[in-house]
């Protein structure tokens, strides 16, 4: 059994494509921590920005039907108040009309009394 001694300047040489190989797989591991923690730091932001979105369109939304629900608000209130008014001007006129009616009434049995005698 011959055991052939390496030769110095061989081994070293393997010695040091070792080394370097070693080193480079420190370098992808590190290089794949790395990119795995920018990735995940990425993702976290853009998950921020997609929120800050999805709540500015929100709220946009949110303001237009404010702004629907009070302009129909404001329309069923003007309408109301039309209505009312319409109301009380017709309520003034029928009393107008009756009272009238009701002066001419007295007026009417004042007269007759008075030819009857009864004051």
């Known amino acids: 059994m011959d055991k052939k001694i390496p030769d110095n300047e061989a081994y070293g040489a393997i010695q ?9 797989w420190e370098i992808i591991q590190e290089a ?4 795995a923690t ?26 237009k ?12 209130k003007n309408r109301i108040e039309k209505e009312s008014d319409k109301e009380i001007s017709d309520l003034r006129q029928k009393s107008r009309s009756q009272m009238s009616d009701a002066v001419e009434k007295i007026r009417k049995k004042m007269e007759n009394s008075l030819k009857k005698g009864a004051f």
């Open 38 to 63: 920018q990735i995940v730091q990425d993702a976290y932001e853009e998950a921020g920005r997609i929120r800050a979105q999805f709540l500015a369109e929100a709220k946009e939304k949110s303001d």
């Open 65 to 76: 039907k404010k702004k629907e629900i009070i302009d129909r608000a404001k329309k069923e």
């Open 32 to 35: 794949r921590e790395k990119t």
């Open 16 to 24: 040091k494509i070792k080394q370097a190989e070693e080193k480079a």
